[in-house]
């Protein structure tokens, strides 16, 4: 854990005392504060390097771990004397990094690929620039007003069924983030924003065999949790029973036996609901590795959950669970001096499913690979596809197969019935229809319940907002994470878009925000720079794996991970957790902002809060149909708590 800020005043006038109090005070959690004074300003390092190269008058400061077995002196002034920005590139290392050039009396800031150290920043041309690694810290300083950003609303409270990128605004007007991949170079009036994440897949083009792929995923896998673990005291790790937590825990706990040191302590949360039960496969990797194992409950008072998120990431809570469940696994690691905390969070953007397979043989028009590759997918008796069709374990093996196989092909079905003329569409439908073996029963089975669904899907809300507000806060251009994502995948043809977006990078800061605030790192192995190319480059058909999904993993740790993750098809259901914890959030706090006084209703539509509510309390209803209203009811909570603090109102 560590932090960085500073301030650079370009018009000459000297840094108030009350705004270097301010950094230091609200920084202090993150570590012992070490000031660099520079040219019209200072650069604090809090924990973390603090880089001086005198003869060239650079000087920087980093918020950084660094993966590897290489250390040199100043590494990031180095990198950046290299090549300036585009040498970031080279590193392996999770960081947030200011630059000062003081003979060409500029600042640059870059941030890691997947921004998992946070870094935010003010500009005013002419006067000042200034950068922390929490808001918190800017908002304290004597010429920044404290303004709510109401066009970051917009993107909060809707329902996305896309990658959104993650884009420069925050929650504050004129404080902005550094976007991941980038680096900006700020001058006495202007500020640059561009790109330097870029891919190297050729490593891996001589790979031939599937095995070849996952016995080099084992290698990179295991040296980047080694790498994280260095240095470090007391270490502990989520451990929910999925396959990538159950991949960190045992190769950490695997290596910290080698390596004769403490044993790796792991946490899983127990919430007391069936549906989120894995302590099965818990207590496999326990039972094998014998890490110190402790069950935590989400903390008891979900309202007092939200309001210390809102404090301590000084923004609305994100996480789709709320954050009693995540600040409970951290107050238990602080009760054993943990320093890092390993995670698997978002393993499977990283190293896939490989169910885009399907997608890649459905393009090649390739229908008896594809029908295998069905077949072979819902052959799994523990599979139940459900966003199939909800009665899907009542149905035969035939039937089964052809109603995801018609699942796979609708879309592809309705672009050619679009695009051909009605003879050819038939003859192209015919060819189809029998090389895959389906019955005209099925097809029009599939088409019965495709009109159902498209009527149901109208009648559903993707946003609470009012029409004032949305007619007033037009969607602001900003910079974002799109065009780097695009010109990557274009340049690689692979999807950057699940691994860098939105909800992944405020993931990483809000849990990077959480362990400082309690004494830890929290770092992700699936993000190491090796483990991810190599991810990228694995062809869909060795992810795939036969029909099992995660090919490398399983493959690749099958002589780790105890048998039965390592064969785990299913995975946790946390809606049913979601919808008692939006309703226990609901009772606790409707009364706060009920009165039409109150600033969340300047934002979202009383009619359509009160229908998701109900929606959201509806018995009658199918718990699994409410992840959106849950995310929805639960958001518009965070957010008026949020904004209601922040104009000094219950």
Known sequence: ?????????????????NDVEALLSRLKHRGTSVIQAIENGLLVSFGGLLETESDTKLYAVADADIFGRSAIKNPFITTYRNNHQDSFNELNADFAVAVWNERRQTITCVRDPLGVKPLYYVFQPGRFFAFASEIKALLDLTDVAITPNYTKFREYLTWATTYVPYGEATFYEGIYSVLPGHSLEVTHQTLHTSPYWNLNLSPFKGLDRAADYANLFRTHFTEAID???RSRKTIGAHLSGGLDSSSVSSIAQHLLTQQHRPALHTFNIDTGLASTDESTYVQAVVDQYHTSHQAVRPLQHVLDSILEINRIFDRPDHF?????????????????????????????????????????????ADWERLRMASQQFTAYADRNLRYVTPNWNQLSDQAKYEKHILYLIGPTLKKQLKEQRATQFMGTFRQQKQTLGLSWASIMGYLSQRIRDKWAHKALLDTVLNAE??????????????????????EHQVPVKPILNLTNVICNEQLNHIGAYYGHQYSFPFFDKNVMALGLATPLAVEFDNGR???????????????????????????EYGNL????????????????????????????????????????????????????????????LWLGALRGKP
């Not at 309703?583 to 039409?596: C, M, V, W």
Request: proline content about 2%.
């Open 549 to 575: 999904g995660r090919g490398l993993i399983r493959n690749g740790l099958q002589t780790i991970l105890p048998h039965s993750i390592s064969t785990r098809l299913t995975k946790a259901n946390f809606v």
């Open 320 to 364: 789709i669970i709320p954050s009693s469940f995540h600040l409970s696994v951290s107050r238990a690691a602080r009760q054993v001096n943990c320093d890092l905390i390993l995670t698997g969070h978002d393993g499977d953007s990283v190293i896939t499913p490989g169910f885009d397979y399907f997608d890649e043989l459905i393009e090649l």
């Open 469 to 490: 507000f949305r007619q007033q806060t037009a969607t602001k251009s900003q910079q974002s994470t799109q065009k780097l994502t695009d010109s990557l995948s274009s």
């Open 1 to 17: 854990m560590s932090g960085i800020a500073g301030i650079v005043r370009f018009d000459q006038q000297a840094v108030a005392r």
């Open 581 to 640: 914890s939006a309703r226990q959030l609901y009772e606790a706090t409707h009364e706060q902002f009920s009165a039409t006084s109150h600033p969340i209703w300047e934002v979202i539509d009383r009619q359509r809060f009160s229908q998701i509510k109900d929606f959201v309390f509806d018995g009658r209803i199918d718990v699994t149909r409410k992840t959106r209203y849950n995310w929805l009811l639960s958001r518009s909570i965070y957010l008026a």
């Open 227 to 229: 790498q994280r673990m």
